[in-house]
């Protein structure tokens, strides 16, 4: 493909966008040099097994949208290709790792504090002679 020439008989309007997309796809290659540079076992070792699973989920997510951009290109309707399927399956477990990623950051409960708070925050009616105690005290205008 060295050999070709570069064909510019687009539209102007669209240049922008396809020097965006040019810069994009420059940053994904970035990314993946990094990524590759590093060995998987390596970089799963630093982690905990919730960032793990992360790792895993953005990693696959990546790869499965990135063949999404490819059948697209293709002129093959993503839509009708079982990369749909797995990409909707991946958001499911990346909602389930948000959701216990949630569940951690969640306070706990102080059962006993939490008790004693309502029990405190609760009005009791002052008994009959209380009140009458109480009044006597203050005069009235």
Same mark, same amino acid.
């Given at each position: 493909?060295? =050999?070709?020439?570069?064909?510019?008989? $687009? *539209?102007?309007?669209i240049h922008e $966008?396809?020097?965006?997309?040019?810069?994009?796809? =420059?940053?994904? &290659?970035?990314? @993946?040099?990094?990524?590759?540079?590093?060995? %998987?076992?390596?970089? +799963?070792? !630093? +982690?905990? *097994?919730?960032?793990?699973? !992360? /790792? &895993?989920?953005?990693?696959? $997510?990546? +790869?499965?949208?990135?063949?999404?951009?490819? +059948?697209?290109?293709? #002129?093959?309707? *993503?839509?009708?290709?079982? /990369?749909?399927?797995?990409?909707?399956?991946?958001?499911v477990y990346m909602? %389930? /790792? !948000?959701?216990?990623? &949630? !569940?951690?950051?969640?306070?706990? @409960?102080? %059962? #006993?504090?939490?008790?004693?708070?309502?029990?405190?925050?609760?009005?009791? *009616?002052?008994?009959?002679?209380?009140?009458?105690?109480?009044?006597? =005290?203050?005069?009235?205008?």
């Open positions: 493909m060295a =050999g070709e020439e570069i064909n510019e008989d $687009y *539209p102007v309007e $966008y396809l020097s965006t997309f040019e810069n994009s796809i =420059g940053a994904v &290659d970035e990314m @993946l040099k990094t990524m590759m540079s590093v060995s %998987r076992n390596e970089l +799963l070792q !630093k +982690l905990d *097994p919730l960032e793990q699973a !992360k /790792v &895993d989920l953005v990693s696959a $997510y990546t +790869l499965n949208s990135m063949f999404w951009v490819y +059948l697209a290109t293709q #002129g093959v309707n *993503p839509k009708e290709h079982p /990369v749909k399927q797995e990409l909707e399956r991946i958001r909602n %389930r /790792v !948000k959701e216990i990623t &949630d !569940k951690k950051k969640a306070g706990k @409960l102080d %059962r #006993g504090a939490a008790s004693r708070f309502v029990k405190n925050a609760l009005w009791e *009616p002052r008994p009959k002679n209380a009140s009458k105690v109480a009044n006597k =005290g203050k005069s009235k205008n």
